[in-house]
């Protein structure tokens, strides 16, 4: 009998705050780097913002002979190809995704969800109450802030704190803070938002053009891909490494540090 994957969505309600980015760069670390088995739902109907990355990618993998290298060099290692994107809405996203468990041969370990912005389209409050774990990314930004705690609450009552379902938490994380360390301003903020209950991971990301960087026509060198792993290079310094050790500790304990 198959066992169960861990669900997870980045979820927010305000936008432009990181949660597609970070679907994509978490289901490639834990996918190409650490050899987990992932699968990802892109609910962001009707655009599919996620599928549409995936089709640029595969067009930039086209033209770009070294990234054509790297890729083989790439599937020689780890033996298995890229991971599969759903395309769905977000009142069948569940069922959608027992069909494909069902009725596909391989193990999946994790899969992310990338839900629409806002708890007002049909299905993402029943598709969040069934997830196993929700991160949201947050930022300074007042309105933003208060927007995205708003939602937090919502969803703290609604699905972590409701019995009926099996979610295990929601946490927060700083995202685009500037500079090396977080400002006294940080520190008012957590204070409120110990106050709603609501814990945060140690691991903040910094504001960085990097988490833009998708494949190109020439070189090696990105960021944001769902066909390749984040660069090395871009990788140092930009706390995604850290942030996804710290999500797997707490998601996956037991197996946290495996690599492939």
């Known amino acids: 009998m198959k066992k169960k994957p861990v669900f997870i969505a980045f979820s927010t309600q305000k936008g432009g705050v990181g949660k597609t980015t970070f679907t994509v760069l978490a289901a ?51 033996q298995k190809p890229t991971y599969n ?78 019995a009926d379902t099996d979610n295990k938490g929601i946490y927060l994380f700083w995202n685009m803070v500037d500079g090396r360390e977080k400002t006294p301003l940080y520190a008012m903020y957590e204070k409120v938002i110990a106050e709603l209950g609501l814990p945060i991971l140690k691991t903040s990301v910094p504001n960085t053009t990097r988490y833009k960087k998708e494949v190109m026509d020439e070189g090696t060198t990105l960021f944001r891909s769902t066909i390749f792993p984040a660069s090395r290079t871009l990788l140092r310094g930009s706390r995604l490494k850290e942030l996804v050790e710290e999500i797997l500790s707490i998601v996956k304990p037991e197996a946290y540090g495996r690599e492939a």
Do not use: W
Not at 34 to 60: H, T, W
Not at 100 to 122: A, M
């Open 85 to 162: 994107i759903l395309c769905t809405t977000s009142d069948e996203a569940i069922g959608v995704v027992q069909d494909y468990l069902e009725h596909n041969e391989s193990e999946t370990d994790f899969v992310f969800f990338d839900l629409p912005g806002t708890i007002n389209t049909r299905g993402v409050i029943d598709t969040l109450a069934c997830m196993d774990y929700i991160f949201t990314p947050i930022s300074s930004d007042r309105i933003s802030l208060e927007s995205t705690l708003s939602f937090s609450a919502v969803i703290k009552q609604a699905v972590t704190d409701n």
């Open 28 to 78: 490639s670390y834990l996918h190409y780097v650490c050899g987990y088995n992932v699968l990802v739902v892109d609910c962001d109907y009707p655009q599919f913002s996620i599928n549409e990355m995936r089709k640029r990618d595969a067009k930039g993998l086209e033209t770009n002979g070294s990234l054509q290298e790297l890729a083989i060099a790439r599937f020689s290692r780890l």
